[in-house]
């Protein structure tokens, strides 16, 4: 059972370029979250999804878009990284009856 | 808007110790949960406890036990017979039930702990 993956694990990325961080789960959640985590602030929600074809904005959600084309899968886009973009990112499900949230493994994130 | 708050950035402890973790958090909501999760150096977060807020029971998981004080907004972590692998850091985290905000988690700040041996 793989539970959440997120790919890639880390990645440095030059300031202005585009970037999707992949998120794709196997437990057939409804609800996903993306999370950013930086030190001193816990983890942030960035995006969040109800349900396949819907999303919502998470308390940091400027600079970030998601989609969610099906139940599976949950990507995260920068459209043009800044340099305060550099993060943990933390991809998460949970079911409309299990009370626990899942993660993924993170993506560490720098933007320079 | 739901916070949480933990006050604690480092604790430490000597192995085989207690150690509590303390959480405070915000809401008008009644039905909620409440989580402490673990994240060891590998970065993966782990559930440690949860505590359904209707029940007036305190969760228990092994060596892992909280203290829930719903009038008083406080949840905290409290940490038997502390073990090396203990050493993370410890977030609280609140979670809605649902709804139109459909089961989001809010997480504190985040306490490292450092168990020596």
């Known amino acids: 059972i793989a539970g959440i993956t997120q790919a890639p694990t880390s990645q440095i990325l030059a300031a202005g370029r585009r970037m999707t961080l992949r998120c794709t789960q196997d437990?057939?959640?409804?609800?996903m979250y993306w999370y950013r985590q930086d030190l001193g602030l816990g983890l942030r929600l960035i995006h969040y999804?109800?349900?396949?074809?819907?999303?919502g904005k998470g308390e940091v959600p400027d600079g970030y878009s998601v989609s969610r084309a099906n139940t599976d899968d949950f990507p995260l886009t920068l459209a043009s990284a800044v340099p305060s973009q550099t993060s943990v990112y933390f991809c998460?499900?949970?079911?409309?009856?299990?009370?626990?949230?899942?993660f993924g493994q993170g993506t560490r994130l720098t933007v320079v | 808007a739901q916070t949480v708050t933990q006050s604690q950035p480092e604790m430490s402890v000597q192995e085989a110790e207690t150690v509590t973790l303390s959480c405070t958090y915000d809401t008008s909501e009644n039905n909620y949960y409440l989580f402490w999760y673990k994240q060891p150096p590998s970065r993966q977060m782990i559930l440690v406890i949860r505590?359904?807020?209707?029940?007036?029971q305190n969760a228990t998981e092994n060596r892992f036990s909280v203290n829930f004080q719903k009038a008083a907004k406080s949840f905290s972590l409290k940490i038997s017979d502390s073990q090396l692998g203990d050493t993370a850091m410890y977030f609280c985290a609140f979670g809605e039930p649902g709804g139109t905000s459909y089961g989001k988690l809010t997480f504190g700040q985040g306490t490292i702990l450092t168990v020596h041996p």
């Open positions: 999804s109800n349900t396949a074809g819907t999303t």
């Open positions: 998460a499900s949970r079911d409309n009856l299990n009370t626990e949230a899942f």
């Open positions: 437990m057939r959640h409804n609800a």
């Open positions: 505590q359904e807020a209707y029940k007036q």
